[in-house]
């Protein structure tokens, strides 16, 4: 308790450090993955990108970034095992972020598959287990986060196949490929803003001062799909049907239709992204701060503090101006052979999925999902050439991540429970 | 910094950009087929030779693409159409370069003059071979586009359309072929013994060009029956 008092406020600004630079990690690193989509496609270029990374990130982080955070902040540990030593949970969690934040940037000097959420969470069940002792960890939520990172790339494949079919059957094969797009897309676009409407006002936003009912969500959800949706078929009348002669399908046409919907995902894709990941970097944070706050009393009903979001999301977007618009072009241009009727199948379905987990409050890998989304197309016929070495990398990065951040984190934690006592 | 991002290595280059590539290198290859014969119709050896070279560096430049396109396909690619499949289409596209490359190295080889008599029918036969190849390249052009799309309702469709086409030329190539055989016979006694079996045989392997074409065509229809 008294160590609590004496550093309290060391505490917080070791926290607010660490937390803004992990999060400045994932906006360097994990966000090319989530517009690579967008900008390999062509759809939009890597500038646009950014613009709309920062504003939807951020927006994501703050808006529907709280059920995600609260997991992680104490989803994880049971918070009535430290009742007793509230300072180990301190300690505990700025050795997860460390961890976290070190390994991410290790591997990455080396290239080497890295998630952030599989860090984050490694790092934490690692301290527990060595520091707390095997019982403090909530096991239960612990298997159930587990299991989401198998389903979540699944869902989004569903999905994405799904969505992909849909498209080929009614665009692709129609007569008019170019009319059908043009009568289809603002319906995609809609789904685009009504699904993710929907996830934020159900789950989030009570911590801005809005508590709607589930009639009022809805009612608000189908407005913002219409209104996004009229705004798509605004900008797709601009686009004209090919004037190539050779081409006899009108599929130019048609990809360039799908660019227009391909904007909105990308915007759908940031704001998922921003609201699952932010997590990794405010979670342990937002936990710091409630110990210290409440003077050591570990209040499990607290909201995050607003501001904590705020923080995340501003570290992401630093993160993605300092570096991450480097990473963007190196990912962009790496996915050349993906058109914008694929990627928007598979950013779509990758964001829905993302979105639908941080409502639900599990932390999952955005670059996982997307993977899954992507394959998923692939299954449908829509790729030309998918590697699927990549499901192997996956594998790898679950059996080295999770053992790399829970050993770092323990070597942290005693190393602060040594310098505070 | 990142040198391996696993999230960009998934995407894979599209096979079908160099299996193009390669069918258009082919019927190029295939086109100096014409020139070549018209230049041994007037015994101008010096112009059939540069022929021949553009052929070779050809068919040289189209299995460079082949090995390319085999090293490429590792067998962990996904690809929506059957590895083996598009392994076998590309073998027989290769085929086609070898052949013209034959046809060509023996007829210089042996400076053979066809037969004033034949000059017309043969010249029609290799034409007729010729657009065959230039049909099977169109057909692969086709599919280019609609496997962009992810195939549906068209492709069939237009396939039908461009196989009864190949189907057709190599009939008439077929026919061409006994007509030219037919004739020859009845010139077989004024003609030296080893040069009439020699043509027999250039006349067997411009068949086999247009057999050849065919099955790239048959090749493509078993690739894009789903």
């Given amino acids: 308790m008294s160590i609590i008092a004496q550093h309290g406020e060391i505490f917080i600004i070791l926290a607010c450090l660490f937390g803004f630079f992990m999060a400045w990690g994932v906006g360097a690193n994990d966000v090319a993955n989530a517009m690579g989509t967008s900008v390999g496609s062509r759809a939009i270029t890597i500038k646009q990108a950014i613009i709309i990374a920062v504003i939807f990130e951020f927006l994501g982080a703050w808006l529907a970034g709280g059920e995600v955070t609260n997991t992680i902040r104490k989803g994880i540990i049971d918070p009535e095992m430290l ?67 198998i389903v979540s790339p699944l869902l989004a494949g569903t999905i994405a196949f799904t969505l992909f079919k849909s498209v080929q059957h009614l665009i692709f094969e129609a007569n008019d490929p170019f009319a ?117 009393e570990i209040e499990a009903a607290a909201l995050v503090p607003w501001w904590v979001l705020v923080l995340g999301g501003g570290g992401i977007v630093v993160g993605l101006v300092t570096y991450g618009r480097k990473v963007i072009a190196t990912v962009g241009t790496g996915i050349t052979e993906l058109t914008p009727s694929r990627g928007f199948a598979a950013t779509l379905a990758a964001a829905v999925t993302v979105v639908l987990a941080s409502g639900t409050g599990l932390p999952i890998s955005t670059t996982h999902t997307l993977v899954g989304a992507v394959l998923g197309v692939g299954l449908a016929r829509g790729m030309a050439a998918l590697n699927l070495r990549v499901i192997g990398t996956i594998a790898m990065s679950w059996l080295i991540t999770l053992p790399a951040g829970a050993g770092l984190a323990i070597l942290f934690f005693f190393t602060f429970k040594g310098m505070f006592g | 910094m990142v040198t391996s991002n696993p999230f960009s290595a998934m995407f894979g280059r599209s096979p079908f950009q160099p299996l193009l590539t390669h069918i258009v290198k082919t019927s190029e ?89 034949l ?108």
């Fill in chain 1, 83 to 149: 009742q007793e030593d509230p300072q180990l949970l301190v300690y505990g969690m700025l050795a997860a972020l460390l961890a976290a934040a070190t390994w991410l940037l290790i591997a990455s000097m080396k290239g080497w598959p890295v998630s952030t959420t599989h860090s984050i969470v490694g790092a934490i069940v690692g301290f527990s287990v060595a520091g707390l002792g095997a019982s403090a960890v909530d096991w239960g939520a612990v298997g159930q986060i587990a299991a989401s990172w």
């Fill in chain 2, 119 to 226: 000059a017309q029918p043969m010249r029609d036969y290799m034409r007729t071979a010729v657009a065959c190849v230039a049909q099977a390249r169109h057909a692969l052009e086709e599919l280019k586009d609609l496997l962009e799309s992810g195939f549906g309702r068209n492709v069939s469709d237009v396939m039908q359309k461009l196989i009864r086409e190949l189907h057709r030329l190599e009939q008439q190539a077929d026919d061409q072929q006994i007509a030219i055989r037919r004739q020859l016979f009845g010139l077989e006694d004024r003609m030296p013994p080893v040069d009439v079996m020699f043509l027999y045989k250039i006349i067997d392997w411009v068949g086999e060009l247009s057999d050849r074409a065919e099955r790239v065509g048959s090749r493509l229809q078993i690739m894009t029956a789903n």
């Fill in chain 2, 29 to 117: 290859c295939a086109d100096q087929l014409l020139p070549f014969f018209e230049a041994t119709l007037v015994g101008d050896w010096d112009a059939a030779a540069i022929h021949r070279e553009s052929v070779t560096r050809l068919e040289h430049e189209a299995d460079e693409l082949k090995t390319e396109l085999r090293l490429n396909l590792p067998n962990t690619m996904f690809l929506p159409v059957s590895r083996s499949d598009l392994l076998d289409l590309i073998s027989v596209q290769d085929k086609i370069a070898n052949k013209v490359r034959d046809i060509t190295g023996i007829m210089l080889g042996r400076r053979m003059q066809v037969p004033e008599e």
């Fill in chain 1, 180 to 296: 059908a797009a043009k009568r289809y897309v603002p319906m995609y676009v809609f789904l685009v803003g009504f699904a993710v409407t929907m996830v934020t006002l159900t789950k989030g936003l009570k911590h801005v001062g809005l508590d709607l009912s589930f009639g009022a969500s809805l009612l608000l959800s189908i407005l913002a799909g219409l209104l996004v949706s009229a705004l798509g078929g605004f900008m797709e009348r601009r686009v004209q049907a090919s004037s190539r002669k050779t081409d006899q399908f009108g599929f130019s046409g048609v990809e360039r239709v799908f660019g227009v919907l391909m904007i909105f995902t990308a915007c759908a894709m940031a704001f998922a992204h921003g609201s699952n990941d932010v997590a990794n970097a405010v979670g342990p944070l937002a936990a710091v701060i409630s110990v210290v706050q409440t003077g050591g």
